[in-house]
C-alpha cells in the first residue's frame, strides 16, 4: 500500500494570507487528489493531476487555488488569500495504475483566524 | 452526476454482534465503489472495492460489503463487531464514464460505536 505524508499537520493562518500544503508521495504515482472535510461535513474532491496538469476540478476549485509539483516529488496545494470558509482538513490522495482505490495521507488542519 | 447517499449518521451496536452501515449510490453508468474508515484525528483508510466480479468483496478487518445492482447500494458488513470498530465509515462512488480524473465522492459518512 502506498504512503503519503503531509506537511503541516496543523496550520494557523490570519484571513487573506496565502498557504501551501504538502503531499509528499513515498513511492512515485500518477494520479494525485486533493480533497477538503470541513468540520463535520462530507469529503469533497478538490481537484485532480495527471501528467503534471489538472485533469478535473471542482466548483470549490476557484482561482484562489492552484495545484503544482514542481520538483517531481511534493505535490502542493496553494491558496493564495484564505478565508473564512478555507478552514478545513485538506486531504491529498493518489492513485497509480496498480490500483483503484485512491490512498489517503493523513490530513493537513487549515483554520483560518 | 454521481452521489453516494448513507442514510444513518450514526449505527450502534453491541460487540459481538453483526454490524451494517448502508449506502446507496447514483451513477451514468457502471460504478467503482468504496467503503473507507477515518478513526479520530487520522485520514481515510482503504477497507474494501467493488470493481466488477463477486458481489461480495472481502477487505481489510474482516469487513465484507455486497454490492446489489438493482437496488443500487452497497452496504458494509461484519460478522461481529468489535470496539475497536468504533470510527467514522464513508462510501464512495467513482463513475467509470469519469474517466479524465476518476475523482471519488463521497457519501456524508456514518459513524459506527461499538459497546462492550
Known amino acids: 500500500e502506498p504512503e503519503v505524508t503531509q506537511t503541516p499537520s496543523h496550520q494557523v493562518t490570519q484571513m487573506g494570507q496565502e498557504v501551501i500544503l504538502r503531499c509528499v508521495p513515498i513511492s512515485n504515482h500518477l494520479y494525485f487528489y486533493w480533497y477538503r472535510q470541513i468540520l463535520g461535513q462530507k469529503v469533497e474532491f478538490l481537484v485532480s493531476f495527471y501528467n503534471n496538469e489538472i485533469s478535473e476540478k471542482s466548483e470549490i476549485f476557484d482561482d484562489q487555488f492552484s495545484v503544482e509539483r514542481p520538483d517531481g516529488s511534493n505535490f502542493t496545494l496553494k491558496i493564495r488569500s484564505t478565508k473564512l470558509e478555507d478552514s478545513a482538513m485538506y486531504f491529498c490522495?493518489?492513485?497509480?495504475?496498480?490500483?483503484?482505490?485512491?490512498?489517503f495521507g493523513p490530513g493537513t488542519r487549515l483554520t483560518v483566524l | 452526476a454521481q452521489s453516494v447517499a448513507q442514510p444513518e449518521d450514526q449505527v450502534n451496536v453491541a460487540e459481538g454482534n453483526p454490524l451494517t452501515v448502508k449506502c446507496t449510490y447514483s451513477?451514468?453508468?457502471?460504478?467503482?465503489l468504496f467503503w473507507y474508515v477515518q478513526y479520530p484525528n487520522r485520514g481515510l483508510q482503504f477497507l474494501l472495492k467493488y470493481i466488477t466480479g463477486d458481489n461480495l468483496v472481502k477487505g481489510s478487518y474482516g469487513f465484507e460489503a455486497e454490492f446489489n445492482k438493482s437496488q443500487t447500494s452497497f452496504h458494509l458488513k461484519k460478522p461481529s463487531a468489535l470496539v475497536s470498530d468504533s470510527a467514522l465509515y464513508f462510501c464512495a462512488v467513482r463513475d467509470l464514464r469519469n474517466n479524465a480524473g476518476n475523482m471519488l465522492t463521497f457519501g456524508g459518512g456514518t459513524r459506527l460505536m461499538v459497546k462492550p
Open positions: 490522495a493518489l492513485r497509480d495504475y496498480s490500483y483503484n482505490e485512491q490512498f
Open positions: 451513477v451514468s453508468g457502471n460504478p467503482y
